[in-house]
């Protein structure tokens, strides 16, 4: 099945600079990738997906690119600020059962004003 | 619309207790899935419902865990004979099809503490 590696586990970046999370997958067959965000005390909430026929995908400040030849990809968060400390978990769809997805063990992003 | 509920909310129990955890999805979602988040660690996939389909039981860890879903709505997650690496936050979504790609909506989670 597939597995899912992300680093690094945890984050702290200067406000207004910008973040990288990276993750790598291992099954080549999977062609979803969702990164959900999880704040102190709450649910998972998507921010953004990206799909194996596309490389790059931006929503405002927030950016997530596929390579597929190597199997990895990262979520770029620019222009950082303290509403973004939260934990990010990294997935990718399962090939064998492609409704399921496989979640990375999670960055936990503090911000320092 | 009401989002994915789940109850109870916490939940502290005795090491050999039996446990029951309910999800209520979005109402017209037909696929759920089931997590478990340790503490600082990921989510966990334990089983995924999908409509009228025999469930995907893939990651249950073990046969003192498992879960149904009546009616094809409501679910319950039940943890047999409770020991205390059970202790962890299940988390519960549900999509509208389960398509692939769909976006999975979580709820709050219950929080189990196994004493």
């Known amino acids: 099945g597939e597995n899912v590696e992300q680093h690094p586990s945890t984050l702290s970046v200067q406000e207004g600079d910008s973040a990288v999370i990276k993750c790598t997958y291992s099954d080549s067959a999977s062609n979803y990738f969702p990164w959900y965000k999880q704040e102190l005390g709450k649910r998972p909430q998507l921010i953004i997906d990206i799909r194996s026929n596309v490389g790059e995908k931006k929503d405002q400040r927030i950016a997530v690119t596929l390579n597929k030849t190597a199997k990895h990809f990262s979520l770029h968060i620019t222009e950082t600020q303290p509403e973004d400390s939260a934990v990010y978990f990294c997935a990718a769809s399962d090939a064998s059962s492609a409704s399921k997805i496989i979640f990375g063990s999670g960055t936990r992003l503090s911000i320092r004003p | 619309g009401a989002g994915v509920s789940q109850s109870p909310s916490n939940k502290v129990t005795e090491k050999g207790k039996d446990v029951e955890l309910r999800c209520d999805p979005i109402s017209g979602h037909t696929a759920l899935y089931w997590y478990r988040q340790s503490l600082g660690q990921g989510l966990e996939f334990l089983i995924y419902f999908q409509g009228n389909s025999a469930p995907d039981k893939s990651g249950l860890p073990s046969d003192r865990f498992s879960a149904e879903r009546t009616g094809g709505s409501v679910s319950t997650l039940t943890i047999q004979r409770t020991q205390q690496e059970d202790s962890a936050v299940y988390l519960c979504?549900?999509?509208?099809?389960?398509?692939?790609?769909?976006?999975?909506?979580f709820g709050p989670g219950t929080r189990l503490l196994v004493l």
């Open positions: 979504a549900s999509s509208f099809s389960g398509d692939p790609g769909e976006t999975q909506y």
